[in-house]
């Protein structure tokens, strides 16, 4: 996605000291050069994800980041989502929507470029990740990494993960094509070939959804799968400090980790000596599959339902595991959850509802920017930290700003790592994204 930015990133600084199998002569290189420094002194982490297929499907641009002001507000993109192949290998599928014409072929025009300036036809790089680059270039200071599987695309992690070879196939294939940047080259287009995106991407997320279970139907899974994926994890971080000897550059390793209790005990404390952030997923407590009105991020249990699921209480889980507070993001929605059939006497959670909202954005949820523009009777619980909207017979919840801002305000007490979005193609205008900037500083 992006050429070396023009100073490397930060230093990582939130993870004990694990060298790993390195050799002592690597140990010692790392230890000198400062990757491997003990203490925290970084500002709080400003994650976003940027899901690509809707440059296609919702014509949302990284050129869009940096007029909505957003990009000047992060500290690192999460590019959503690199894909596994049935051989447990990273790589990008050449049937899939287009995928590699979107991401590194597609020629911009100069009204749509970051710089302003169009792509010219033989250039080694263009589409988005061409466009990441030139927002790299424009704000040194973001990282960006690639996040591998998500929802739809885990299906093939359990191989990946399965023995020692295929671990270390894979790690090496996932840094081979996102780090050095060894894009394929397909069909008669002149974008690709070694070293094409070098530097694009300073970080690697796993968003394995789920180790032990629980993902989509056509997942495969195998019963050792949470063991593996603290080995993973280990693969992972071994290779990223290698190649950090060879290049000189810093690497920034992050895994995403669900809310859910039962999901929750799939993963070993371990993996907190391993990465150098973990994204919690403040979300998701209630959808289409609850047949009453709920909170579906609140910060804390409301007090209409004391046992509900938050986001403190994810949170909690995995301090109990042996997270060290700074290593967890907590992460936001920009988008809610809605019911329909609801009366206007009887607005508010815990509601029997005829079912879920008309689908909107994607099914029975609606982004940020439109549910600010919502008419209706409106309500925030400050004590759970959620927000409510009844407009019509629809009563959806979600994070607007105040919610955002007590969530700062969270994760600065708690000393926590920071705040994370998912998406930003739902904070059209940035609005989001510069609440969640702003609560996070004193």
Not at 111 to 122: F, I, M, N, P
Not at 218 to 244: G, K, Y
């Amino acid at each position: 996605m992006n050429a070396t930015p023009q100073s490397p990133p930060p230093s990582r600084s939130g993870r004990r000291p694990l060298l790993l199998a390195l050799g002592a002569a690597a140990a010692a290189t790392l230890l000198i050069t400062g990757y491997l420094l003990v203490g925290d002194d970084r500002e709080p982490e400003r994650l976003g994800y940027f899901a690509d297929w809707n440059v296609a499907n919702r014509s949302f641009t990284v050129k869009d980041l940096e007029d909505n002001g957003a990009a000047a507000h992060l500290t690192r993109l999460m590019w959503a989502f690199g894909d596994i192949s049935p051989e447990g290998t990273c790589h990008i599928p050449e049937d899939n929507h287009d995928q590699p014409w979107e991401l590194y072929q597609r020629r911009y025009e100069a009204d749509e470029s970051v710089d302003g300036q169009a792509d010219t036809y033989q250039q080694d790089l263009a589409g988005g990740l061409n466009q990441l680059r030139l927002l790299r270039e424009r704000h040194p200071r973001l990282g960006a990494s690639l996040s591998l599987g998500g929802w739809n695309w885990s299906t093939h992690f359990s191989d990946a993960a399965r023995t020692p070879d295929s671990r270390a196939a894979f790690v090496s294939s996932c840094l081979d094509l996102w780090l050095r940047g060894d894009l394929p080259e397909y069909g008669s287009e002149p974008q690709g070939g070694p070293g094409s995106a070098r530097g694009v991407f300073d970080g690697i997320d796993l968003d394995w959804e789920w180790p032990g279970g629980q993902g989509r139907e056509d997942n495969v899974e195998h019963p050792d799968d949470a063991a593996n994926f603290t080995l993973l994890v280990a693969e992972f971080r071994e290779q990223l400090d290698a190649l950090s000897v060879e290049t000189g550059q810093d690497y920034t390793l992050s895994v995403s980790l669900p809310a859910g209790e039962e999901h929750a005990r799939a993963y070993d404390g371990e993996i907190f000596d391993l990465v150098d952030l973990a994204t919690v997923q403040g979300y998701d407590f209630s959808g289409p599959w609850s047949e009453t009105t709920a909170f579906h991020s609140n910060l804390y249990a409301p007090e209409h339902a004391p046992d509900a699921n938050s986001a403190d209480a994810a949170v909690r889980r995995y301090l109990d595991m042996g997270a060290e507070p700074e290593h967890l993001v907590l992460g936001l929605p920009a988008f809610g959850r809605g019911w329909q059939g609801i009366d206007h006497a009887e607005a508010g959670p815990g509601q029997q509802a005829d079912g879920p909202a008309e689908d909107a954005y994607d099914g029975p949820t609606e982004t940020f920017t439109e549910l600010e523009e919502l008419g209706g009777q409106r309500h925030f619980d400050e004590e759970a930290g959620a927000y409510w909207v009844h407009d019509g017979d629809e009563w959806w919840t979600y994070d607007n700003t105040d919610v955002v801002g007590l969530k700062g305000e969270y994760v600065r007490e708690e000393e926590l790592g920071g705040l994370m979005v998912w998406n930003l193609d739902m904070d059209t205008d940035g609005t989001f994204v510069r609440a969640m900037d702003e609560s996070l500083r004193d």
